[in-house]
């Protein structure tokens, strides 16, 4: 079964430039989470999709990041415009469902973003 | 919001020796779920173990095994056994059945060290 797939692996910007980056999640996983690591802590919630819509996103700074999840498959996470405390790992974890025994979520191998 | 607390930022052992890694967390909640995540460098994020707290039996995973201590709030790790491949970043994580969101709540981290 392939895992949960992300690209770029790194990406390097200058402040006040854009940045997108793309999640797979593992077939048939219904819950997709957006996760941002800043070095030296550990992974915090930006946003979380059911399917295709938004199940909590209040933790996303919705005034320069945005998510998507067309046709509730892939995502894909927008800085737009980045900031020097925006360097981290951008984290895309997905699981069957969000409740009851399917709890477990799947991580991808991550995006370290560095803006300068 | 619950808190995870992991007052370890890093730990030693030797090869074939045990290691317990901490974590406490708080919450109001009488049910919820734990984990212990493990994050190798420049790898990604898998789970080693986890645990449903109404369940009093403690979980464990061949080598791995948790005392968990409810009334105390505390989460602890051992690891049993220690090998080269078990270096890596540790992070205690929560996750509230009462949030529609069900993400993870994580601490900040236990760096651990195998020596030969």
């Known amino acids: 079964e392939a895992g949960v797939a992300q690209s770029p692996r790194y990406k390097i910007i200058e402040k006040r430039q854009s940045v997108a980056f793309w999640c797979n999640p593992i077939?048939?996983?219904?819950?997709l989470y957006w996760y941002q690591q800043i070095l030296g802590q550990g992974p915090k919630l930006l946003i979380q999709?059911?399917?295709?819509?938004?199940?909590?996103d209040s933790q996303l700074p919705k005034d320069r990041f945005s998510a998507e999840r067309l046709k509730g498959v892939d995502s894909t996470l927008k800085i737009q415009p980045a900031k020097l405390e925006d360097s981290a790992v951008y984290l895309c974890?997905?699981?069957?469902?969000?409740?009851?025994?399917?709890?477990?979520?799947?991580f991808g191998p991550g995006t370290r973003l560095t803006v300068t | 919001a619950q808190t995870v607390t992991q007052s370890q930022p890093e730990m030693s052992v030797q090869e074939a020796e045990t290691v317990t890694l901490s974590c406490t967390y708080d919450?109001?909640?009488?049910?919820?779920?734990l984990f212990w995540y493990k994050q190798p460098p420049s790898r990604q994020m898998i789970l080693v173990i986890r645990q449903e707290a109404y369940k009093q039996q403690n979980a464990t995973e061949n080598r791995f095994s948790v005392n968990f201590q409810k009334a105390a709030k505390s989460f602890s790790l051992k690891i049993s056994d220690s090998q080269l491949g078990d270096a890596a970043m540790y992070f205690c994580?929560?996750?509230?059945?009462?949030?529609?969101?069900?993400?993870?709540?994580f601490g900040k981290g236990t760096s651990l060290l195998v020596t030969p």
């Open positions: 919450t109001s909640e009488s049910d919820y779920y």
């Open positions: 994580a929560y996750r509230s059945p009462s949030n529609s969101g069900y993400a993870l709540n």
């Open positions: 999709f059911q399917n295709n819509g938004v199940v909590d």
């Open positions: 974890a997905s699981s069957l469902d969000s409740s009851g025994a399917n709890y477990e979520q799947y």
């Open positions: 077939s048939g996983h219904a819950t």
